[in-house]
């Protein structure tokens, strides 16, 4: 195909986004503190807040607070045009039922639904994206609409090392159809890359483990293919020239600092105008995860989200997308965004509730940690004490209501609203 021009309100994509990280946050200084860490790699971290979970928040409780939003909005004939719900995750709660289950309950979606869950480290809520948005431009059901949610906690302590500082914890919410406010995709404009490979991996419900250097080559590695394989694609693509803006998937600002560098080099761009590119077209994107910390697969979807509501975007603007997901797997993608995808985003209050989180102390972390690490082991029953923890809830300004995770009775997990 040639290279895709501005085309706005036709297709499929991104009708709205919504992300939801938590009601507490630390700051990456205090961890850095706490562990005794090297102070000196905070900036290559390029970090300042990670979100973490207080015990009555898990993967189901991130993925209907991050949804919630855009399914209220929805007028009843539209939310039942809501066929397909996936939920992405790293975190199942269970080997046979899925996340997505307990989600179509809270979010009161039509029983006329498909629902599963997908896994493919932090590139499953991206490969959801494109595989939902083939099946509605493909007519099959006029007018329907697909709920796409990575939704993620972290399970890490003083064992991830200088990977503890970048986790993060929460959802993305991405509602896809044929009225794309957010962001049509240039349907047919992808480029894939994937192999087999073990840099990092959750092998236990209470650990991750990650051979952080093989991780940043495959990373590196599938930027340059995938992109590749998009310019073999679409003609006359030009990675500086083609894209007004970049976003990638950001387990750390720093890691993309890196890749924008990798890939311009790689495609013979002058060194010197490296700088003012990465500030023009790629750190718009990058405030957002460098105060929640790496959402896993809704890591690109908060990057995108850091970008709509960085005031840049003002006119129809082509954006290129890289998501990768650890194993490996990875896919470069673009669409259109212009100021109404801005003012779409904007309206969920992102950036507000990122600020209103309330900060932990280091201890009140690692007290936090003994109980967060319980939080994806099967047991057979499990009370959770929010009392306990609503103290610290309540330090996060313009507090709202909110799903809650109170425990398991008979392996089966319970929630209410408060």
Not at 177 to 186: E, F, K, N
Not at 235 to 256: W, Y
């Amino acid at each position: 195909m040639t290279e895709p021009a501005y085309v706005r309100r036709d297709g499929c994509g991104i009708e709205a986004l919504n992300v939801w990280c938590g009601l507490a946050a630390i700051t990456v200084q205090e961890l850095f503190r706490g562990r005794g860490l090297d102070t000196d790699r905070i900036d290559n971290l390029m970090m300042t807040r990670r979100s973490l979970a207080l015990p009555f928040e898990d993967p189901v409780t991130n993925a209907v607070n991050a949804a919630r939003p855009i399914v209220d909005a929805l007028p009843p004939e539209q939310r039942d045009r809501i066929e397909i719900l996936v939920t992405s995750t790293e975190s199942g709660v269970d080997y046979s039922k899925s996340v997505a289950s307990y989600v179509h309950e809270y979010l009161g979606l039509s029983r006329h639904c498909r629902m599963i869950e997908v896994k493919q480290a932090c590139f499953g809520a991206t490969a959801a994206v494109q595989l939902a948005t083939g099946y509605l431009a493909s007519g099959l059901s006029p007018g329907a609409k697909a709920l796409v949610i990575a939704t993620d906690v972290a399970v890490v302590d003083e064992r991830a090392a200088y990977s503890e500082p970048a986790a993060g914890h929460g959802a993305a919410a991405v509602l896809l159809s044929d009225d794309p406010r957010v962001m049509p995709l240039d349907l047919g404009a992808f480029g894939n890359y994937s192999y087999e490979t073990l840099d990092s991996a959750r092998p236990a419900p209470d650990f991750d483990i990650a051979d952080v250097d093989r991780s940043l080559f495959a990373y590196l590695d599938c930027l340059t293919h995938s992109f590749a394989d998009y310019a073999d694609r679409v003609e006359g693509v030009d990675i500086a020239t083609t894209f007004d803006h970049l976003v990638m998937h950001t387990p750390f600002a720093g890691l993309v600092k890196a890749a924008h560098r990798k890939l311009m080099r790689d495609r013979g761009k002058p060194a010197g105008e490296l700088q003012e590119d990465f500030a023009r077209r790629v750190v718009p994107s990058l405030r957002y995860p460098s105060l929640v910390g790496n959402l896993c697969s809704g890591s690109v979807y908060l990057a995108l989200a850091s970008l709509l509501d960085s005031g840049t975007v003002t006119a129809p603007s082509r954006v290129g997308v890289f998501s990768y997901g650890s194993g490996c797997s990875s896919e470069f993608f673009s669409g259109v965004v212009d100021a109404e995808s801005a003012a779409t985003v904007s309206a969920m209050n992102i950036g507000t509730h990122v600020e209103n989180r309330a900060d932990v102390s280091f201890d009140e972390y690692t007290g936090l940690l003994e109980e967060n690490l319980k939080c994806l082991v099967p047991v057979q029953d499990r009370m959770i004490d929010a009392a306990r923890w609503e103290a610290i809830g309540q330090r996060a300004v313009d507090r709202k209501e909110i799903l809650a995770f109170t425990g398991v009775k008979n392996y089966h997990r319970q929630y209410t609203w408060r």
